[in-house]
């Protein structure tokens, strides 16, 4: 497939280069590649499944690799390899149960009147199904207790029964993959839609005359507090500036264009300003397993600050944004540095960068990070797309998007 291999180097080229900014564009421009991967992909008659999931992991691995740091990637790269894994497994259930899923109707019958499609299986034939696919057994099928030697019979000894199985084996292909399709085309739609269904629930967090901090700029965390002022909540929002890059600004511009009450502060200032606060709000770039936070640089600065005052700390991420691995996991690469030059000129400072005489490093070194970690210690709630969740519960929200077989690429 020469035009998709062109479009995975392309895109890999643009998450090289940093040319998508953003958690939200990155995840939506990975999934529409990954949906055009799974459309052009011959799938074989035995082991479909295994082939799309192999093809999705080459390219995933590409795209991981890529960017490490934007862990959105590898977010939805996993969400799509879930899709395969759980339609792969209603057609397997489907199948050995007896259901015609082949766009056949009931009055299409053979001669001695029983239906072309697989034989009705048991309840325990159906469990021991479910535990022969690629997902670990659901709770039901565990407290079914199915002897683990149960196997499902998928071929016959009849030679009619075995053509018309080969004729159903290619649908069942094409079905799956058109199933697939339908389930990441419902992928794209949510990650297009999470800052709507997060800004849905503004109203019941914000009330009259609060003080909002927030730190950085997000286009959650902005939707959020418009959601609030089109209810016609009146309050007023701290904007820390986020130094060096100064997103803040950018934030306060969009908030005073949409008619919040805004104030900029220094960074500095979170801990001075904490005591005047309700409520501290920022966007997620990733949340991960444990519940911790990886945002803006300076977050956790106001984690402290919330945490020693008292102050829920607040933090909005779409269901891309959360990350199956942890923090201490070798493949998660929490941090990257930026150019010095956003915090020093380098002609008023090359005196300073000189190297020392008879030494091998410079006499000034400037470390630039981009991102924060907060532990889910100084998380008070997560509002995501699916509603606020505790911190202790994202690690089972977090297991209903992925499969333990993809933690690793």
């Not at 264009?257 to 200032?269: F, K, N, P």
């Amino acid at each position: 497939m020469p035009d998709v291999q062109s479009m995975v180097l392309e895109f890999v080229n643009k998450l090289r280069k940093r040319k998508i900014e953003g958690s939200q564009a990155t995840a939506r421009c990975t999934v529409e590649l990954l949906r055009s991967v799974i459309s052009h992909q011959r799938v074989p008659h035995a082991n479909q499944a295994s082939a799309l999931i192999d093809a999705v992991k080459a390219v995933g691995a590409q795209l991981v690799a890529a960017n490490p740091v934007e862990l959105a990637v590898g977010n939805v790269v996993r969400r799509v390899l879930h899709i395969i894994r759980e339609e792969d497994l209603s057609l397997a259930t489907a199948a050995v149960a007896g259901l015609d899923l082949l766009d056949a109707s009931d009055d299409d019958e053979d001669v001695n009147g029983k239906g072309i499609g697989y034989p009705a299986m048991s309840a325990a034939v159906v469990a021991a199904a479910a535990r022969s696919t690629l997902r670990p057994p659901s709770l039901q099928t565990l407290l079914e207790g199915t002897p683990e030697s149960a196997t499902v019979p998928y071929t016959s000894s009849s030679g009619a029964d075995s053509e018309s199985k080969t004729a159903d084996k290619s649908s069942i292909t094409r079905k799956l993959k058109h199933d697939v399709i339908e389930g990441v085309n419902q992928l794209i739609h949510e990650i297009a839609g999470c800052h709507e269904q997060i800004a849905e629930q503004a109203v019941e967090h914000i009330h009259q005359n609060e003080v909002i901090l927030t730190l950085g700029s997000s286009r959650t965390v902005l939707e959020f507090l418009c959601a609030a002022k089109e209810k016609k909540r009146s309050f007023r929002v701290f904007v820390a500036e986020g130094a060096p890059r100064y997103q803040g600004h950018l934030l306060a511009k969009e908030l005073v264009a949409r008619g919040l009450q805004t104030t900029v502060i220094t960074d500095s200032a979170v801990f001075a300003m904490i005591s005047r606060v309700n409520m501290v709000i920022i966007g997620a770039h990733a949340v991960m397993a444990n519940g911790g936070v990886i945002g803006p640089v300076g977050v956790n600065m106001a984690a402290l600050a919330a945490k020693k005052h008292a102050v829920p700390f607040v933090v909005l991420a779409g269901s891309h944004k959360l990350c199956p691995l942890y923090p201490h996991n070798p493949e998660v690469l929490l941090n990257e540095l930026r150019s010095p030059s956003e915090l020093l000129d380098f002609g008023e400072f090359s005196d300073c960068l000189d190297f020392g005489a008879g030494s091998g490093s410079p006499l000034l070194q400037v470390v630039n990070p981009t991102f924060d970690y907060v532990p889910p210690s100084l998380v008070s709630l997560f509002i995501t797309d699916t509603g606020g969740h505790n911190p202790s519960y994202m690690y089972r929200l977090i297991a209903d998007y992925y499969s333990a077989d993809d933690l690793v690429m």
